[in-house]
Protein backbone atom coordinates (compact mmCIF):
# COMPACT_ATOMS: atom_id res chain seq x y z
CA UNK A 1 0.00 0.00 0.00
CA UNK A 2 2.99 2.20 0.59
CA UNK A 3 4.36 1.82 -2.96
CA UNK A 4 1.41 3.22 -4.88
CA UNK A 5 1.85 6.88 -3.22
CA UNK A 6 5.69 6.88 -3.37
CA UNK A 7 4.97 5.86 -6.91
CA UNK A 8 3.07 8.62 -7.44
CA UNK A 9 5.09 11.07 -5.73
CA UNK A 10 8.00 10.03 -7.63
CA UNK A 11 6.34 10.91 -11.31
CA UNK A 12 4.62 14.07 -9.98
CA UNK A 13 8.22 15.10 -9.24
CA UNK A 14 9.31 13.91 -12.05
CA UNK A 15 6.65 15.86 -14.59
CA UNK A 16 7.34 19.44 -12.17
CA UNK A 17 11.18 18.94 -13.39
CA UNK A 18 10.04 18.63 -17.10
CA UNK A 19 7.51 21.19 -16.64
CA UNK A 20 10.77 23.70 -15.27
CA UNK A 21 13.41 22.02 -17.64
CA UNK A 22 10.96 23.36 -20.88
CA UNK A 23 10.02 26.49 -18.88
CA UNK A 24 13.88 26.98 -18.94
CA UNK A 25 14.63 25.81 -21.95
CA UNK A 26 11.81 27.91 -23.88
CA UNK A 27 13.40 31.09 -21.37
CA UNK A 28 16.76 30.68 -22.95
CA UNK A 29 15.70 30.13 -26.77
CA UNK A 30 13.75 33.52 -26.37
CA UNK A 31 16.50 35.10 -25.07
CA UNK A 32 18.72 34.19 -27.63
CA UNK A 33 16.82 34.97 -30.80
CA UNK A 34 15.42 38.36 -29.43
CA UNK A 35 19.54 39.17 -29.07
CA UNK A 36 20.57 37.77 -32.45
CA UNK A 37 17.73 39.17 -34.24
CA UNK A 38 18.32 42.59 -32.01
CA UNK A 39 21.77 42.53 -32.99
CA UNK A 40 20.78 41.46 -37.11
CA UNK A 41 18.49 44.68 -37.00
CA UNK A 42 20.62 46.67 -35.14
CA UNK A 43 23.31 46.02 -37.62
CA UNK A 44 21.55 46.68 -40.66
CA UNK A 45 20.06 50.28 -39.07
CA UNK A 46 23.46 51.50 -38.50
CA UNK A 47 24.90 50.62 -42.30
CA UNK A 48 25.71 53.29 -44.26
CA UNK A 49 23.14 52.59 -47.02
CA UNK A 50 20.06 51.90 -44.49
CA UNK A 51 18.16 55.02 -45.45
CA UNK A 52 18.77 54.63 -49.65
CA UNK A 53 17.45 50.61 -48.84
CA UNK A 54 14.33 51.43 -47.05
CA UNK A 55 13.67 54.40 -49.12
CA UNK A 56 13.68 51.64 -51.97
CA UNK A 57 12.41 48.27 -50.81
CA UNK A 58 10.74 49.74 -47.59
CA UNK A 59 9.04 52.82 -48.44
CA UNK A 60 5.29 53.28 -45.83
CA UNK A 61 3.63 55.27 -48.62
CA UNK A 62 4.51 52.91 -51.54
CA UNK A 63 3.65 50.27 -49.79
CA UNK A 64 0.06 51.64 -49.06
CA UNK A 65 -0.25 52.62 -52.37
CA UNK A 66 0.35 49.24 -54.04
CA UNK A 67 -1.17 47.38 -51.21
CA UNK A 68 -4.89 47.42 -53.48
CA UNK A 69 -3.39 46.92 -56.92
CA UNK A 70 -1.09 43.75 -55.68
CA UNK A 71 -3.74 41.98 -53.15
CA UNK A 72 -6.70 42.02 -55.86
CA UNK A 73 -3.70 39.98 -58.12
CA UNK A 74 -2.86 37.48 -55.52
CA UNK A 75 -6.55 36.48 -55.96
CA UNK A 76 -5.47 34.96 -58.93
CA UNK A 77 -2.81 33.06 -57.46
CA UNK A 78 -4.50 31.32 -54.76
CA UNK A 79 -7.44 30.52 -57.65
CA UNK A 80 -4.44 29.08 -59.40
CA UNK A 81 -2.93 27.03 -56.16
CA UNK A 82 -6.15 25.59 -55.61
CA UNK A 83 -6.95 24.22 -59.02
CA UNK A 84 -3.48 23.29 -59.65
CA UNK A 85 -3.11 21.72 -56.18
CA UNK A 86 -5.79 19.39 -57.28
CA UNK A 87 -5.12 18.68 -60.87
CA UNK A 88 -1.18 17.70 -59.26
CA UNK A 89 -2.54 15.43 -56.84
CA UNK A 90 -5.09 13.21 -59.33
CA UNK A 91 -2.56 13.39 -62.10
CA UNK A 92 0.56 12.49 -59.58
CA UNK A 93 -1.79 9.44 -58.21
CA UNK A 94 -2.56 7.95 -61.63
CA UNK A 95 1.06 8.22 -62.82
CA UNK A 96 2.41 6.74 -59.64
CA UNK A 97 -0.23 3.72 -59.79
CA UNK A 98 0.56 3.05 -63.32
CA UNK A 99 4.39 2.82 -62.58
CA UNK A 100 3.58 -0.03 -59.31
CA UNK A 101 0.61 -2.16 -61.05
CA UNK A 102 2.43 -5.36 -61.74
CA UNK A 103 0.61 -6.08 -65.43
CA UNK A 104 2.61 -6.74 -68.82
CA UNK A 105 0.09 -5.34 -71.02
CA UNK A 106 0.62 -1.93 -69.11
CA UNK A 107 4.15 -2.28 -70.18
CA UNK A 108 3.60 0.96 -73.36
CA UNK A 109 2.20 2.77 -70.61
CA UNK A 110 4.51 2.79 -67.77
CA UNK A 111 7.56 3.68 -70.30
CA UNK A 112 5.43 6.48 -71.22
CA UNK A 113 5.39 7.46 -67.94
CA UNK A 114 8.88 7.19 -66.99
CA UNK A 115 9.89 8.95 -69.72
CA UNK A 116 7.02 11.78 -68.43
CA UNK A 117 8.46 12.15 -64.60
CA UNK A 118 12.03 11.98 -66.05
CA UNK A 119 11.63 14.52 -68.28
CA UNK A 120 9.05 17.32 -66.68
CA UNK A 121 11.36 16.69 -63.26
CA UNK A 122 14.57 17.77 -64.89
CA UNK A 123 13.16 20.21 -66.98
CA UNK A 124 12.96 23.72 -65.22
CA UNK A 125 9.58 25.01 -64.23
CA UNK A 126 9.99 28.27 -65.72
CA UNK A 127 10.75 26.84 -69.29
CA UNK A 128 7.92 24.64 -69.14
CA UNK A 129 5.98 27.53 -68.72
CA UNK A 130 6.98 29.07 -71.54
CA UNK A 131 6.27 26.12 -73.92
CA UNK A 132 2.98 25.59 -73.07
CA UNK A 133 2.25 29.37 -72.78
CA UNK A 134 3.76 30.30 -75.82
CA UNK A 135 3.93 26.73 -77.88
CA UNK A 136 0.49 25.52 -77.41
CA UNK A 137 -1.74 28.61 -78.73
CA UNK A 138 0.94 28.66 -81.73
CA UNK A 139 0.14 25.03 -82.89
CA UNK A 140 -3.22 26.46 -83.67
CA UNK A 141 -5.10 23.29 -83.38
CA UNK A 142 -9.03 22.60 -82.78
CA UNK A 143 -10.21 22.24 -79.55
CA UNK A 144 -6.78 23.27 -77.36
CA UNK A 145 -7.05 25.59 -74.53
CA UNK A 146 -6.48 29.47 -75.31
CA UNK A 147 -7.39 30.88 -72.06
CA UNK A 148 -4.16 32.06 -70.25
CA UNK A 149 -5.55 30.49 -66.99
CA UNK A 150 -5.67 27.09 -67.99
CA UNK A 151 -2.29 27.48 -69.90
CA UNK A 152 -0.81 28.04 -66.83
CA UNK A 153 -2.70 25.34 -64.76
CA UNK A 154 -1.13 22.99 -67.36
CA UNK A 155 2.22 24.13 -67.39
CA UNK A 156 2.27 23.98 -63.71
CA UNK A 157 0.63 20.85 -63.30
CA UNK A 158 2.96 19.27 -65.66
CA UNK A 159 5.81 20.20 -63.87
CA UNK A 160 4.63 19.30 -60.34
CA UNK A 161 3.17 15.65 -61.35
CA UNK A 162 6.17 14.68 -61.98
CA UNK A 163 7.37 15.33 -58.54
CA UNK A 164 4.44 14.28 -56.98
CA UNK A 165 3.92 10.96 -58.84
CA UNK A 166 7.42 10.15 -57.25
CA UNK A 167 6.56 10.63 -53.76
CA UNK A 168 3.45 9.28 -54.02
CA UNK A 169 5.06 6.13 -55.45
CA UNK A 170 7.50 5.96 -52.67
CA UNK A 171 4.81 6.28 -50.53
CA UNK A 172 3.93 2.84 -51.84
CA UNK A 173 6.50 1.40 -52.10
CA UNK A 174 7.71 1.79 -48.74
CA UNK A 175 4.80 -0.44 -47.49
CA UNK A 176 5.61 -3.88 -46.31
CA UNK A 177 4.46 -6.21 -48.55
CA UNK A 178 2.53 -8.25 -45.84
CA UNK A 179 0.09 -5.60 -45.98
CA UNK A 180 -0.46 -6.45 -49.57
CA UNK A 181 -0.75 -10.26 -48.67
CA UNK A 182 -3.05 -9.23 -46.19
CA UNK A 183 -5.36 -7.88 -47.99
CA UNK A 184 -5.38 -10.56 -50.87
CA UNK A 185 -5.64 -12.95 -48.20
CA UNK A 186 -8.69 -12.04 -46.53
CA UNK A 187 -10.01 -11.97 -50.65
CA UNK A 188 -9.59 -8.41 -51.79
CA UNK A 189 -8.86 -7.89 -55.47
CA UNK A 190 -5.30 -6.13 -55.94
CA UNK A 191 -6.96 -2.74 -56.60
CA UNK A 192 -9.25 -3.04 -53.64
CA UNK A 193 -5.91 -4.11 -51.75
CA UNK A 194 -4.31 -0.89 -53.35
CA UNK A 195 -7.34 1.35 -52.58
CA UNK A 196 -8.38 0.02 -49.18
CA UNK A 197 -5.07 -1.28 -47.48
CA UNK A 198 -2.08 0.11 -49.33
CA UNK A 199 -2.90 4.07 -50.53
CA UNK A 200 -4.10 5.30 -47.78
CA UNK A 201 -0.83 4.04 -45.70
CA UNK A 202 1.28 5.41 -48.20
CA UNK A 203 -0.45 8.71 -48.65
CA UNK A 204 -0.48 9.24 -44.94
CA UNK A 205 3.70 8.68 -44.80
CA UNK A 206 4.26 11.06 -47.62
CA UNK A 207 2.13 13.99 -46.43
CA UNK A 208 5.11 15.93 -45.20
CA UNK A 209 6.48 15.70 -48.46
CA UNK A 210 4.05 16.43 -50.61
CA UNK A 211 2.92 19.37 -48.30
CA UNK A 212 6.42 20.62 -49.06
CA UNK A 213 6.01 20.44 -52.94
CA UNK A 214 2.66 22.42 -52.46
CA UNK A 215 4.37 25.19 -50.82
CA UNK A 216 6.67 25.85 -53.55
CA UNK A 217 4.01 25.38 -55.77
CA UNK A 218 2.19 28.75 -54.08
CA UNK A 219 5.42 30.46 -54.84
CA UNK A 220 5.74 29.34 -58.39
CA UNK A 221 2.16 30.55 -59.38
CA UNK A 222 4.49 33.88 -60.01
CA UNK A 223 6.24 32.41 -62.84
CA UNK A 224 2.91 32.47 -65.25
CA UNK A 225 3.33 36.11 -64.85
CA UNK A 226 6.11 35.34 -67.78
CA UNK A 227 3.04 34.72 -70.20
CA UNK A 228 1.31 37.20 -69.40
CA UNK A 229 -1.30 36.61 -66.43
CA UNK A 230 -1.95 39.61 -64.35
CA UNK A 231 -1.07 37.83 -60.55
CA UNK A 232 0.05 39.56 -57.69
CA UNK A 233 4.06 39.76 -58.93
CA UNK A 234 2.66 41.21 -62.58
CA UNK A 235 0.86 43.73 -61.01
CA UNK A 236 3.84 44.40 -58.74
CA UNK A 237 6.18 44.97 -61.34
CA UNK A 238 3.62 47.06 -63.59
CA UNK A 239 3.34 49.63 -60.51
CA UNK A 240 7.31 49.34 -60.04
CA UNK A 241 7.94 50.09 -63.89
CA UNK A 242 5.26 53.06 -63.59
CA UNK A 243 6.69 54.45 -60.32
CA UNK A 244 10.55 53.37 -59.93
CA UNK A 245 9.82 51.76 -56.84
CA UNK A 246 10.48 48.24 -55.73
CA UNK A 247 8.39 48.53 -52.51
CA UNK A 248 5.52 46.37 -54.55
CA UNK A 249 7.83 43.51 -54.42
CA UNK A 250 8.33 43.47 -51.13
CA UNK A 251 4.07 43.79 -50.82
CA UNK A 252 3.69 40.30 -52.94
CA UNK A 253 6.58 38.74 -51.24
CA UNK A 254 4.53 39.59 -47.86
CA UNK A 255 1.69 37.82 -49.29
CA UNK A 256 2.83 34.84 -50.52
CA UNK A 257 4.88 34.61 -47.13
CA UNK A 258 1.51 34.69 -45.30
CA UNK A 259 0.06 32.13 -47.62
CA UNK A 260 2.79 29.76 -47.12
CA UNK A 261 3.59 29.78 -43.23
CA UNK A 262 -0.23 28.11 -42.68
CA UNK A 263 1.29 25.18 -44.75
CA UNK A 264 4.89 25.25 -43.61
CA UNK A 265 3.64 24.92 -39.66
CA UNK A 266 1.41 21.94 -40.67
CA UNK A 267 4.05 20.14 -42.35
CA UNK A 268 6.10 20.26 -39.75
CA UNK A 269 2.77 18.93 -37.44
CA UNK A 270 3.01 16.25 -39.71
CA UNK A 271 6.55 15.38 -39.67
CA UNK A 272 6.99 15.59 -35.49
CA UNK A 273 3.40 13.35 -35.33
CA UNK A 274 4.72 10.94 -37.83
CA UNK A 275 8.26 10.30 -35.94
CA UNK A 276 6.52 10.07 -33.03
CA UNK A 277 4.04 7.43 -34.55
CA UNK A 278 7.19 5.51 -36.09
CA UNK A 279 8.60 5.74 -32.78
CA UNK A 280 5.83 4.53 -30.70
CA UNK A 281 5.63 8.12 -28.47
Known sequence: MTEAPARSARQRERERYRRRRNRI??????LSTIVVLGALVGVVLASPGWD??????????????????????????????????VAVLVLGLLIAVIRVIPAPALAPVKVIAVVYTDVFRGTPTLLIVLLVGFGVPALELTGLPTSLFWLGVIALTLSYGAYVAEVIRAGILSVH?????????????????LRHVVLPQALRRVAP????????????????????????????????????????????????????????????????RSLRRENGI
Open 177 to 193: PSQWASGRAIGLSYAKT
Open 209 to 272: PLLNDFVSLQKDTALLSTIGLVESLRAAQVISGRDFVFTPYVVAACFFIVATIPLARLTDHLTV
Open 25 to 30: RATVAA
Open 52 to 85: RVRATFFDYDDAVGSLGDVASAFVLNIRLFLTVE
